[in-house]
């Protein structure tokens, strides 16, 4: 098949690219990008007044299957995701049973590839069971798909069993992710530890459980010369350790989410539990700075730390409540309303952190519209504007915070090898 995307403004951070133009797809591949293509009898996607990207990649979403399918399915999963513009997902392993073995990860390979809509790499466990007491074998998990490991949604807390899983992973060159929660600090905790947490009532988490296990972790990566990647960071103190561990050479890298970059402490007023996250929604001063670190490049990527959750555990009292937002579908519409149109962070690069710097932190060959490469393409409409609606969502979980609120900037259209998959909001059959 033969297509072109036309009169786009194409954004290829990869590439330096940055133009009004035309893009061929030939056979899944990406053939030429120019100014002005023209073929006879080729299949044209009008792209006019929109922003064509490399294929989005969210490399921290949680399927919730094997073992927890009335939260999430993959099937449903990669149905959010392709609506919500991203063409690859990596999904975190605190399944049921969890994907510290083989058969778990090729499970969710196997299942993903089955639903042929977006590309699935599983995240492998650091350890056996998630207990943070044995490390899992790295090597079968490599073999069966995985592109990193963590234990996410809960910190390995022994400091020398974080030692041996870096240097384990360092024979494959692995990213280890960290959720960075020192467990004993945070126990018990609802909200940011500070002022509106001591107003509303809410047992608080303090920013330092957070940035202990940072700078923890970051002394490990300098000791065993391993490849760290810190998972959802919140707070100013954790950026600052990032930023210091970087600019001494430290192979360490981090993301963070949509919502800690839009949202604040102050919102949890409502005791509404769709604001309820881990972590948590921390105060402006937090926000503000890492605004200004995704700005500066200290931050390398977005990921949605997509969380879908039935309604019985979001519905009910505070302090009973999960953590976590179903975010795949609103997070670009999200970064688009409060981050791009209102001039604190320019469009190339959100678009450099949902392509190019998750693609590098996972050896991922995405993340690019170079001729030759995976026809992987998103394509987003800036001027688009309609109300979250958590009814519509693809995804079972409905838990978003920003339901109600009118968004502007939605995804068009989701393209992975060429096919289009989602338009619209649609899936595409």
Not at 24 to 37: C, M, P, Q, Y
Not at 123 to 135: A, M, P
Not at 373 to 386: E, F, M, R, W, Y
Request: proline share 4%; aromatic share 4%.
């Amino acid at each position: 098949m033969t297509l072109i995307i036309k009169g786009g403004r194409i954004i290829d951070p990869a590439n330096q690219v940055d133009m009004t133009g035309d893009i061929l797809i030939e056979d899944g591949l990406i053939k030429e990008v120019s100014r002005a293509i023209e073929i006879n009898n080729a299949e044209v996607l009008n792209a006019e007044g929109m922003i064509v990207c490399p294929g989005f990649i969210d490399m921290h979403v949680h399927l919730r299957e094997p073992g927890l399918e009335y939260k999430e399915t993959i099937a449903s999963g990669v149905r959010a995701a392709a609506v919500g513009g991203f063409t690859t997902i990596c999904c975190m392993p605190n399944t049921d049973p969890v994907c510290d073995n083989r058969a778990v990860a090729a499970f969710i390979v196997d299942t993903a590839r089955r639903q042929g809509l977006v590309n699935v790499h599983p995240i492998g466990c650091i350890t056996k069971g998630q207990k943070g007491q044995e490390i899992t074998e790295m090597a079968a998990l490599v073999d069966a798909g995985c592109v990193g490991i963590s234990d996410d949604g809960k910190s390995v807390m022994n400091a020398e069993v974080m030692r041996r899983a870096l240097e384990y992973a360092l024979m494959f060159d692995l990213p280890v992710i960290s959720h960075s929660e020192d467990m004993n600090l945070s126990e018990g905790g609802q909200m940011h530890e500070g002022y509106y947490s001591t107003l509303y009532g809410l047992k608080g988490i303090p920013a330092a459980a957070e940035e202990i296990m940072v700078a923890r972790d970051i002394m490990l990566s300098s000791m065993t010369g391993s490849r760290l990647h810190i998972a959802h960071i919140s707070t100013r103190g954790s950026l600052e350790l990032i930023r210091a561990a970087k600019e001494s050479g430290l192979r360490v890298s981090c993301e963070v989410t949509p919502h800690h970059l839009t949202l604040t402490d102050q919102e949890l007023g409502t005791y509404d539990a769709d604001y309820k996250v881990n972590p948590p929604l921390r105060s402006q001063e937090h926000v503000k700075a890492l605004i200004a670190g995704l700005g500066d490049g200290t931050i390398d990527c977005l990921a949605t730390d997509h969380a879908p959750h039935e309604i019985e555990v979001k519905d009910c009292e505070f302090n009973l409540a999960s953590f976590g937002i179903s975010g795949l579908e609103t997070a670009v519409p999200v970064v688009f309303s409060y981050l791009i149109n209102s001039n604190q962070v320019d469009v190339s690069t959100i678009v450099k952190a949902w392509t190019v710097g998750p693609a590098k932190i996972l050896g991922l060959d995405r993340g690019t519209l170079t001729p030759g490469k995976v026809a992987d393409v998103t394509i987003i409409d800036p001027g688009a504007s309609q109300e979250v609606d958590p009814g519509r969502f693809q995804s079972k979980g409905k838990n978003n915070p920003y339901k109600g609120r009118v968004l502007k900037g939605w995804p068009y259209a989701t393209l992975v090898g060429g096919k289009v998959v989602a338009q619209k909001g649609n899936i595409i059959e």
